[in-house]
């Protein structure tokens, strides 16, 4: 079963990254880039065919390694 773990800072934090890309882009032009967040995107290939378990399982990874819960907040999708 695969599984995506989106990953992304929690509004407020600041995005040092994202406000580097933001700079960037305006350098090449795309002036009307108001604001950039900038994340991680996980997949997961769970061996599993119970679409609950898996999201159960990829929801216990994020929240013991794949985010740090209090700077960042994710979303676990079963892709099937």
């Known amino acids: 079963m695969k599984v995506r773990v989106d990953v992304m800072l929690k ?3 600041l995005d040092p990254q994202g406000e580097a890309v933001r700079h960037a882009l305006g350098s ?3 002036g009307n880039v108001n604001a950039v967040r900038q994340g991680k995107v ?3 290939d769970l061996d599993t ?3 609950a378990a898996a999201e159960a399982e990829a929801t216990e990874m ?3 390694l794949l ?3 209090v700077i960042e907040s994710y979303a676990v999708k079963v892709l099937g």
């Open 11 to 13: 509004t407020g934090v």
């Open 28 to 30: 090449l032009g795309f």
């Open 42 to 44: 996980i997949e997961l």
């Open 49 to 51: 065919e119970d679409a």
């Open 62 to 64: 994020a929240e013991k």
């Open 67 to 69: 985010a740090n819960t």
